[in-house]
């Protein structure tokens, strides 16, 4: 077996192909102070990523090396943006490497849905392009649970990243309770379930590949024209989501009116409208210049234009995206533009969203 799961740059092993498995702590790296009774009172991103490896050592694949670095070991609902410029970076440069043959990515499972909007949306093409496979995973219960599902989630990952699943082309996936999808198809919408995350996303066994799943996987990859650029640690766009609900007020909106905000996206009701009381500051956000995208509360389903009533006039619609995956979506558009601005190019956030609004999808 070739494995070295060195933190520390392993020379020899860096010069065999590889897969490189960057930690970033969530639950899999969690701990329970009395796992046997209250296995869900635990602390996230307490075990390194090296530790986590060396549990299923004996069953990774023969001949599979690896090579761990941990970019960080948090709670990942205290996800910095800084953060995820650094993951995106360090995916980037795993990528470029002719000795990395695929990524795994340990990640806490409650941001692992806007990290994977952010991942596909920055490395996709990169991935797709180069053949390689980036996959995020995670667990819902802490590493020492009895029933710890980490273990069999890594081992899983591993196992796509590597080249075992033959048909399945490169590109950003989660890997997660027997289960694939593309990173971007993932939600968390259970708070303890096993399956939170991929619960209702087109998906695949992790185990066998479903051939309409890879088709759909397939024509989205084609649809994705380009990668968007990663904003600096410091450049992400203030973007917030505001919630719409019966006795919304006014004055929700009005607040942000003299703030340093670039965008919000409004988790609607139902087909993702919003209460009428936000009509009018919100035509002033617009003309304020800030950016307005619309997703639905309901966690299914999608938001389309002029549904169920006119947009405001610069106002977009998410598509499938919720509401956190829309504003991952809308910051990259919005830093999109700055630079297509620098580089003389007169596109502007909506030209960037409306390409990954357009993505078909899988059904
Ligand atoms: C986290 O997101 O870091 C904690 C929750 C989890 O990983 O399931």
């Known amino acids: ?7 520390k740059p392993s020379f020899d092993i860096e010069r065999v192909p590889h897969i490189l498995i960057l930690g970033m702590g969530g639950t899999i790296a969690g701990l329970a102070a009395n796992p046997l009774d209250r296995p869900l009172e ?13 549990q299923i050592e004996s069953a990774i694949p023969k001949g599979v090396a690896l090579v761990s670095r941990q970019l960080a070991n948090i709670n990942s609902r205290n996800l910095l943006e800084a ?8 995916v980037r440069e795993a990528l470029a490497n002719s000795m990395v043959i695929g990524v795994v990515i340990t990640h806490g499972t409650d941001t692992m849905e806007e990290v994977g909007a952010f991942l596909q949306l920055t490395c996709g093409k990169y991935s797709q392009t180069l053949g390689k496979r980036v996959i995020l995973t995670g667990a819902m219960l802490p590493a020492n649970a009895p029933t710890a599902d980490g273990p069999s989630n890594l081992l899983d990952a591993i196992r796509w990243a590597a ?13 997660i309770n027997g289960r694939a999808c593309m990173a971007i198809d993932l939600a968390k919408r259970h708070a303890t379930a096993l399956n939170a995350l991929v619960q209702d996303s087109p998906s695949s066994s992790a ?14 990859e084609a649809a994705w024209e380009g990668d968007l650029p990663i904003p600096g640690g410091q450049e992400w766009p203030w973007v917030e989501i505001l919630t719409s609900h019966a006795g919304a007020r006014p004055q929700t909106i009005e607040q942000w009116l003299s703030a340093d905000v670039k965008g919000l996206v409004l988790a609607g009701t139902g087909m993702g ?27 299914g389903g999608v938001t389309l234009a002029d549904i169920p009533e006119k947009d405001l006039l610069g106002c977009l619609p998410s598509g499938i995206l919720n509401a956190p995956k829309a504003r991952i979506a809308l910051q990259l558009a ?6 297509a601005k620098l580089s003389g190019k007169p596109l502007t956030w909506q030209d960037f969203f409306a390409r990954i609004v357009d993505l078909p999808e899988i059904r």
């Open 83 to 90: 953060q995820m410029s650094a993951l995106g970076y360090a």
């Open 163 to 175: 080249s075992s699943i033959d048909d399945c082309p490169g590109g950003v996936f989660a890997v």
């Open 273 to 299: 409208g919003f209460h009428d009381a936000w009509i009018e500051p919100l035509q002033r956000a617009v003309s304020q210049g800030i950016a307005l995208v619309r997703a639905s509360r309901t966690g």
């Open 42 to 54: 635990y602390e996230a991103g307490k075990v390194a990523i090296t530790t986590l490896l060396s």
């Open 334 to 339: 919005l830093n999109a533009e700055i630079q």
């Open 207 to 220: 185990h066998l590949i479903n051939p309409s799943w890879l088709s759909g996987v397939k024509a989205i």
């Open 1 to 7: 077996m070739l494995t070295d799961f060195t933190t």
